[in-house]
């Protein structure tokens, strides 16, 4: 899964390298910007991550993770952001879920299957 992260870099094969990962379960689009040091543990299986998330160095993010929107019912404006910094966990089974712009703390664990709602936190 690491050497796909890696392929995800060059522009010619990040398509392929999104396709590759959706078929192992996996959808990280290649507009997430991420940070070093970045794992998914146990292989990434089910994990799906918004295209308009930054995801901070030394994030390690277990199977079954969602970050995404909370207000899908409305249009997507350009104001939406998902910022994970430094030092971030999310274990197995945990929601992410972003109002508008939203940022998870350095150092934030989000616990096994627990949802966590952000309400608009950056300007």
């Known amino acids: 899964m690491n050497f796909l992260l890696r392929l995800r870099r060059f522009p010619l094969l990040s398509r392929f390298v999104y396709y590759c990962m959706k078929i ?3 959808e990280l689009p290649s507009t997430v910007k991420i940070g ?3 794992q998914l543990a146990h292989g990434g299986v089910g994990v799906v991550i918004h295209p308009d998330t930054q995801i901070g160095n030394n994030v390690k993010i277990y199977q079954g993770v969602t970050v995404g929107r909370l207000d899908i019912h409305r249009p997507c404006n350009a ?3 998902i910022i994970i910094h430094d030092n971030c966990i999310l274990c197995a089974g945990a929601k992410v879920l972003v109002r508008g ?5 350095e ?17």
Not at 101 to 105: C, D, N, P, Q, V
Not at 107 to 123: D, Q
């Open 36 to 38: 070093s040091n970045f």
């Open 101 to 105: 712009k939203g940022e998870l703390s």
């Open 107 to 123: 150092g934030t664990i989000v616990g096994a299957n627990e949802v966590l709602k952000i309400k608009s936190s950056l300007p």
């Open 24 to 26: 192992l379960g996996v």
């Open 79 to 81: 104001g939406f952001s």
